[in-house]
């Protein structure tokens, strides 16, 4: 191997989201050093991941089956949809384990500015969900800044005209994308104390 | 009392290592032009949110003369018998420089707000003697000063209401924009607009109330009274369906604000006018020495509602004052100094033109 594949071994992982310069460097000459204990079982769970995992078609969670097991489970709720901005926030939930509904991940949050429209989320997508399986309950579990709150609003516009439930978050715990620093009795705390906006 | 002792540079600005104690009540910085007297302050103002009175770029705040990529100021407030040590550092993360202020050797939130909420900044620099003859941004962005040093959670207000406008600028270029996203930006314009106009006029009636009772009867001072002009808010009578209305005629002009690439109504695009009730003339028709008594008017009586209402301690820089100082602009000055509990740092390029101050101010020869 050239200085340049190392060199360039290095610059992909510091692309990674956490990783600079040096953490990728740290990474790269251990995985070098550990062939067959640690490059090699990472190069076949990589590849099995990417022939393997994919997107659900209605909830957007990832898993290797579509639709994923959360929504085939017949253990859940499926008149309830929790609305959450990433995976990491479903992740959160599930490791709770208190929410026993379906979920709807959206993929971020509408902001003009950086050119995130209706389009690029699944909102439209959620929408019809809701219409087509006669859902009772929307909870909305976006972030509590400007966007977030902007596309809670957006969203609970939309199913306004529909025979739904729709309730966002106990005001005042920081949700989407920053779940994962909450504790569990923050999170089911503002889940239970939820409030309906429409 | 509480007041800046003592200030630390480091590699600030023409600073390489430099140490000045100050007086609790006035400072008199004085030295040739480029001495570095507009720097000190500078670094003063630094201890505020924001980036200091000139609003420069902090790598621009590095000693190009030493070869160091960072800047430090060190300093020691008082406020009553505590003394809360200040250590500000320029630091460069991700190719950006920022500021760490740390408080009592911590840089925990708690402890810059506790700090932050002792004290207000009001400078007056040489350029604001023109004022009322520049664009109304720049009186607006002078009010919306003095109402900061009244309220520190002012800033996030308009910099929501900003990001609002943006927002909608952009929404409108869109071809078909969304119905509900628009209304829901244009819902909060409203909220926040309407929040930055009360604020405004709360402030602006305990100004002119302030300036009505100004104790300056000795000399013949002018009788000024500041109004807001705003062509969308002014023509309101009725305030109680101002939402609605503001809703509204913001739908109204989207088509108009989508071709202009702005928005026509709105705090942003208030003008602050103001009068002298004696000659009945507009403030902008006076001489320059003349508007630089109706600033240092301004300013004393802003400080006497810093004092009087909020209980903030004012810290007052006159960045180059002695220009046009007649009787009048002295007398506010002294007023300023002699009875008001307020620090003062005045900057000149001769110390003889400070002579009629009392004896007891802190001279400082920046060389
Ligand atoms: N980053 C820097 N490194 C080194 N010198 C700097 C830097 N930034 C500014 N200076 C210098 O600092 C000097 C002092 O500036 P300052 O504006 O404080 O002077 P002043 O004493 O207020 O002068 P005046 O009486 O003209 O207002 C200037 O000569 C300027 O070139
Ligand atoms: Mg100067
Ligand atoms: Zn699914």
């Given amino acids: 191997m050239s200085n340049l594949e190392i060199d360039s071994l290095i610059n992909e992982i510091s692309k990674l989201p956490g990783f600079g310069r040096k953490s990728a460097q740290r990474i790269t000459l251990f995985l070098l050093k550990n062939k067959s204990k640690a490059l090699v079982p990472l190069i076949e769970k990589l590849k099995t991941a990417n022939d393997k995992i994919i997107n659900c078609e209605i909830c957007f969670n990832i898993d290797t089956v579509t639709p994923c097991s959360l929504c085939e489970s017949n253990k859940r709720d499926h008149l309830t949809i929790c609305v959450v901005e990433d995976i990491s926030d479903l992740w959160t939930l599930e490791r709770i384990g208190f929410y026993k509904g379906l979920y709807h991940i959206l993929g971020g949050n509408l902001s ?24 009772k309950e929307v909870i909305l579990a976006l972030s509590t800044n400007m966007e977030g709150q902007t596309t809670s609003h957006v969203i609970a516009d939309k199913l306004k005209s529909l025979d739904v439930e729709v309730s966002k978050l106990a005001q005042g715990v920081p949700i989407g994308g920053e779940f994962q620093y909450l504790d569990e009795n923050t999170i089911s705390t503002a889940f239970q104390s939820r409030k309906s906006i429409l | 009392m509480r007041f800046f002792e003592n200030i630390k540079l480091e590699n600030f600005r023409n600073f390489n290592n430099y140490y000045l104690s100050f007086n609790q009540k006035c400072n008199v910085f004085y030295g040739l032009n480029g001495s570095g007297k507009t720097n000190i302050l500078e670094a003063i103002s630094l201890f505020e949110k924001g980036r200091g009175i000139r609003k420069d770029r902090y790598e621009n705040m590095i000693n190009k003369n030493q070869n160091s990529n960072f800047f430090k100021v060190i300093s020691t ?27 009592n050797k911590s840089i925990s939130i708690e402890n810059y707000n506790y700090f932050e909420n002792l004290f207000s900044l009001i400078w007056f ?13 720049v009186r607006r962005n002078f009010l919306d000063r003095l109402v900061y ?22 929404l409108l270029y869109k071809e078909k924009p969304d119905a509900e996203w ?18 405004r006029e709360e402030y602006i009636n305990s100004l002119n109330n302030e300036l009505k009772n100004l104790n300056l009867t000795k000399e013949n001072f002018f009788k000024i009274k500041l109004n807001i002009k705003d062509s969308f808010i002014n023509k309101i009578d009725n305030k ?29 695009r208030s003008d602050i006018l103001g009068r002298d009730l004696i000659k009945n003339f507009s403030l902008d028709l006076f001489s320059t020495g003349q508007q630089k008594t109706f600033i240092l008017q301004i300013i004393l009586a802003h400080c006497n509602i810093l004092i009087k209402s909020f209980n903030l301690q004012p810290i007052v820089f006159f960045d180059e004052v002695c220009s046009h100082l007649d009787d009048k602009n002295r007398a506010i000055l002294l007023e300023l100094i002699e009875t008001l509990n307020v620090q003062i740092f005045l900057t000149g390029t001769d110390n003889n033109s400070f002579s009629f101050l009392s004896t007891n101010a802190n001279y400082c020869c920046i060389e």
């Fill in chain 2, 182 to 199: 628009i209304n829901k930006i244009e819902f909060d314009i409203v909220d926040l607009g309407i929040l930055i106009y009360k604020k």
């Fill in chain 2, 149 to 170: 040093n009244t309220d520190k959670s002012y800033v996030k207000l308009l910099r929501k209401y900003n990001n609002r406008i943006i927002e909608r600028k952009n």
């Fill in chain 2, 125 to 137: 620099l040489p350029e604001m003697e023109r004022i009322f003859l520049q664009s109304p941004s």
């Fill in chain 1, 112 to 135: 003009a500015v950086n050119g995130i429209g209706i389009d690029d989320l699944s909102i439209n997508k959620l929408i019809n969900r809701v219409k087509d399986n006669n859902i």
């Fill in chain 2, 77 to 103: 407030f008082v406020s009553a018998n505590n003394k809360i040590d200040l250590e500000l550092k320029s630091e460069l993360k991700d190719n950006r420089y920022k500021k760490i202020i740390k408080v």
């Fill in chain 2, 240 to 268: 109680d369906n101002l939402e609605d209305m503001y809703f509204k005629q913001l739908s109204h002009n989207r088509n108009e604000d989508m071709i202009s690439g702005g928005c026509k109504i709105g705090p942003h």
